[in-house]
């Protein structure tokens, strides 16, 4: 692992590596050179998410994403549960027996019906792999006829259309499996059907003109890996049928100001956000937990780092979840004040004004990674922000693996990460795993409240659970702070503005390209 200097050294750095990479490429001019204007021209999506296999279990978001497969439920850009496969659905008064008839006239890719066994054998596969249906506890997925599905659960689960909204629940046809249940051809229902498919960098696709839904209007389409965010910034500006996700924030000014180019940002479902070990005698005081998130410039950061205002989290649950907010605004830290309520907590000042307590100083390790860029600059900067109150943290950058390792062998003080809370458009399995007492990788250490556990057990289990319950949980996390989040992550991307219908999708479930034409 490695340590991390001052935020405004890492700014310049990536400054003059940036002046470097521009000035010795050459980018062509795309002012005079426009795509074809009958949807022909193919469409080249690149994003930094590498296709790891063609087993749904693994890269099944890649898939969905792409519109090649599609899932029982799905939901829209306000997290509301919607029909995809399944044109509707309904639970026994326990909960615990779920129905779901299909929709009618849907073809797979290979020209076959969708029915019932087809989405009996995705599901099953689904279960003896590590997907989001493992939390569902689901005891039987078993046809009542051709258009009707029944799930059976051990125990009532609420939320569980929104696990079938999951990407690893895709449905595929029976064909796609061989006799050990791989997938060995990926036959899917949707709008476009994968032609070639090259683990890690590449899949080649066409539009289905059989598609139940709305056809897609550009034919061709090609999704390209490229895990360097500089590339990907020079992709957009290099030829007028690139269309780029997840761009370097440092670029988009650069990117803003190209003329023949559109750009969109975007808050997602997704919370950069901070957890600490609540057994840590710097930390088992709620009243420090809040003096840390107070002393957080948060707007700062959204600014600087995120290039976006909005990007300001004030509970770890985006604004898209609506039901779940609260008034929780924070305000510009005052480090002075900060600092005298910790010391009035018993801590004391040394000579150079950093707090200590009984002889210690108040010093801890914040471990992230740079899988995300923007998790190093942010780390960082609450650095920079928390010395400003007689806090030492020392920021230690590793591997993803390295936040998880520490949780389980109690060596991790305090971890920044980013959680994605659209993974299932209800966020209550999040949650819980996140929240449950014993706690999970990314979830609390040490922490639990006997409140929330049981608030969390009945919005899990109620049917028609109230809002003033999901409230209340925000309420319990935002007062307590085991978990503190800094900001929202942002989508960015960038096309040709000749490309029409681009939208960002926030649940980062779909590129929508059905929707893009020329």
């Not at 898209?320 to 907590?345: E, H, M, N, S, Y």
């Amino acid at each position: 692992m490695r340590k991390i200097g001052l935020i405004a050294v890492l700014i310049a750095l990536a400054g003059l590596a940036w002046y470097f990479i521009a000035g010795a490429t050459t980018t062509t001019d795309i002012s005079a050179s426009t795509p074809k204007d009958d949807n022909e021209q193919e469409l080249i999506v690149v994003t930094p998410w590498e296709l790891t296999s063609i087993d749904p279990s693994k890269s099944g978001f890649i898939f969905q994403r792409l519109q090649l497969a599609e899932t029982l439920v799905d939901t829209a850009q306000n997290a509301d549960l919607q029909p995809m496969l399944a044109q509707s659905w309904s639970a026994n008064d326990k909960g615990d027996v779920w129905t779901f008839v299909l929709r009618d006239g849907v073809k797979f890719h290979d020209g076959s019906s969708l029915t019932a066994d087809d989405v009996v054998k995705s599901l099953d596969v689904a279960l003896t792999k590590p997907t989001a249906l493992k939390s569902a506890l689901i005891s039987q997925i078993k046809a009542i006829d051709s258009q009707t599905v029944e799930i059976t659960l051990e125990k009532p689960l609420m939320s569980l259309p929104a696990y079938l909204a999951h990407a690893t629940s895709i449905i595929l046809a029976k064909s796609s499996f061989d006799d050990n249940n791989e997938v060995k051809e990926l036959i899917g229902t949707g709008p476009y059907y994968a032609t070639k498919i090259e683990p890690p960098q590449k899949i080649e696709q066409k539009a289905f003109a059989d598609y139940w839904g709305e056809k897609a209007k550009i034919q061709d389409v090609t999704y390209l890996a490229n895990s360097r965010s500089e590339t990907r910034t020079l992709l957009a500006q290099s030829k007028p049928n690139y269309l780029v996700f997840t761009l370097d924030s440092a670029s988009l000014s650069r990117l803003q100001q190209d003329p023949n180019l559109q750009v969109k940002s975007k808050s997602l479902a997704r919370t950069i956000q901070y957890k600490v070990d609540a057994k840590n005698p710097l930390f088992n005081d709620v009243n420090v937990r809040q003096a840390l998130s107070d002393a957080i410039d948060r707007q700062a950061i959204a600014q600087s780092v995120m290039r976006a205002d909005n990007a300001v989290a004030e509970q770890i649950l985006p604004p898209v979840f609506k039901d779940w907010q609260i008034k929780a605004a924070t305000q510009a830290p005052d480090p002075q004040a900060i600092k005298q309520r910790l010391l009035g907590l018993g801590f004391t000042e040394d000579a150079n004004g950093m707090l200590q307590k009984d002889g210690k100083p108040f010093k801890f390790v914040l471990r992230t990674f740079s899988d995300r860029p923007e998790l190093p600059i942010i780390a960082t900067a609450l650095q920079a922000q928390w010395k400003k109150i007689g806090v030492d943290a020392d920021v230690s950058v590793g591997n993803f693996s390295d936040i998880a390792a520490g949780h389980q062998d109690g060596t991790l003080e305090m971890a920044l990460y980013a959680r994605n809370y659209g993974m299932t458009p209800d966020p209550v399995g999040s949650l819980i795993e996140d929240f449950d007492p014993k706690g999970s990788d990314w979830g609390v250490m040490n922490w639990q409240n006997a409140e929330l556990t049981e608030d969390l057990l009945k919005l899990e289990t109620t049917k028609d659970s109230d809002i003033a319950t999901r409230q209340r949980v925000s309420e319990i996390i935002f007062k307590e702070r085991p978990i503190v989040p800094v900001v929202y992550y942002q989508q960015n991307a960038a096309a040709h503005k000749s490309l029409k219908g681009l939208e960002i999708d926030g649940l980062e479930r779909n590129f929508y390209l059905n929707k893009l034409s020329w």
